[in-house]
């Protein structure tokens, strides 16, 4: 499978607990996003990397959140002290080098990662 | 503000007949325009990209539209099938901010037999 891999798939846990998600982007991509979608919602940017370098963070990331790309590779998002406004799914998505600043290469998702805090 | 709008919310058919899905945008300075459509559950799948320059694009039975001048785009389905119900979002992305995706809320569409 070479497609843009998250897991886990689902995650369900108790309020004030730690979470941690991974993403895995397509081998060659260098810039990978990680956005947060809730029912009926579009997806909301949270954090783009390009390789190891967090280059934005949205104010939506608050201090519970951080995301890492240590080795420009895989990507992980973890969430402290989960709050059930945190319940939402977590999608990942990766695109290519690109030409020029127009960027017109694909972003491609994985399937995201389902969190339920109860 | 960059923001995507996109209308109707919902819209339901019945199979075989074509639809319309349309986006409006104020995201400035503008790349490329993207729908998506995204089943329930799982992450969203592109089905076409236009940069400013391109004023129509295909992909099968879905074409979509570009009208950088008054910043509206729209996605046409063509004899639908039960498998397009899904939501179709349009997503913008911002020149030279590393590709930050802004997406709208997305239209759900329902194919009805």
């Known amino acids: 499978d070479t497609g843009v891999s998250q897991n886990p798939r689902h995650k369900i846990t108790k309020r004030g607990q730690n979470v941690t998600f991974r993403c895995d982007p397509i081998s060659e991509h260098n810039r990978l996003y990680w956005y947060r979608q809730t029912l009926g919602q579009g997806p909301e940017f949270l954090t783009y990397f390009q390789n190891e370098a967090q280059l934005e963070k949205s104010r939506l990331l608050s201090d519970r959140f951080s995301a890492e790309r240590p080795k420009g590779s895989f990507s992980t998002l973890e969430i402290q002290r989960t709050e059930q406004g945190d319940s939402a799914m977590y999608l990942c998505a990766s695109s290519g080098p690109g030409q020029g600043m127009h960027l017109n290469t694909e972003a491609f998702f994985g399937q995201g990662t389902r969190l339920t805090v109860v | 503000k960059n923001q995507v709008e996109q209308s109707p919310q919902s819209l339901i058919i019945l199979e075989g007949k074509n639809c319309t899905l349309q986006c409006n945008y104020t995201v400035s300075p503008f790349s490329n325009l993207r729908w998506y459509k995204q089943d329930t559950g799982r992450g969203p799948v592109s089905l076409t990209i236009m940069t400013f320059s391109e004023n129509t694009k295909s992909n099968g039975r879905y074409t979509a539209t570009l009208d950088a001048d008054t910043k509206q785009s729209s996605l046409h389905i063509t004899a639908s099938q039960l498998s397009d119900s899904a939501s179709y979002i349009c997503?913008?992305?911002?020149?030279?901010?590393?590709?930050?995706?802004?997406f709208g809320q997305g239209t759900e569409l329902s194919v009805k037999p």
């Open positions: 997503v913008v992305t911002v020149y030279n901010q590393g590709g930050k995706l802004i």
